[in-house]
């Protein structure tokens, strides 16, 4: 009787540290080893550690990486989002490129950003906006991408295609915008609206040589 004890005692701690392991480092398929995809799926997945297998039926020779606050920074993560970016560009009929600028402005593509008012992640939802968005993890930068470009979606609906408008209450809300029938005079607003055109005209005009003229 102890020894059944034992051994199922034995099999339930086994079992917990299979559990944990598998927590802590997810296995991916990737037919040939880049580190871009690899940080890519680190930041898409919220793991700081991802095992990388060239052929899926290949676990002898395992690559791994750990994600650091150096290569957070670097261009090589800024590039990872893109992805992301585009997937959500489609989604919601927005411009690859107006979210590219968004995303510069309100967090300079920091991840973790949170700003004296509570706001959070590479598109600084408020707590309030996130839970209205059904963003259940405002840090993860796939659900956060999302729930702020659903969210720039509905401003430029509700604001008839104004960009400067839209992002007048995309920074100081929709009902102050639609107060002052236009950009509120609001210093933070109105160089918040300046700074995202200029950097949306920026990327832009890399496309293009017919920048996109502000409404202000």
Request: some cysteine.
């Amino acid at each position: 009787m102890n020894k059944l004890i034992i051994g199922i005692l034995s099999l339930c701690v086994a079992g917990y540290m299979f559990i944990a392991y598998s927590d802590a480092e997810k296995v991916y398929e990737i037919k040939e080893f880049n580190l871009d995809e690899y940080y890519a799926l680190c930041l898409e997945s919220n793991y700081e550690s991802i095992t990388v297998a060239k052929k899926e039926e290949d676990t002898s020779h395992l690559q791994t990486g750990k994600l650091t606050s150096q290569h957070q920074t670097s261009k090589s993560i800024t590039s990872a989002y893109h992805r992301i970016i585009n997937k959500k560009s489609d989604k919601y009929r927005i411009e690859s490129s107006l979210l590219k600028a968004v995303i510069t402005v309100e967090s300079n593509w920091n991840s973790n950003a949170v700003s004296h008012a509570g706001a959070m992640g590479l598109m600084q939802l408020m707590p309030t906006t996130a839970h209205d968005l059904n963003v259940t993890n405002p840090f993860n930068p796939e659900d956060n991408i999302d729930g702020g470009a659903k969210y720039l979606r509905y401003l430029l609906d509700k604001f008839n295609g104004n960009l400067s408008y839209a992002l007048a209450a995309y920074n100081a809300g929709p009902t102050r915008v639609k107060r002052h029938r236009g950009i509120p005079p609001i210093k933070e607003t109105q160089q918040y609206v300046k700074r995202v055109l200029s950097v949306y005209n920026d990327e832009k005009s890399m496309y293009t040589t017919q920048p996109l003229k502000s409404k202000i």
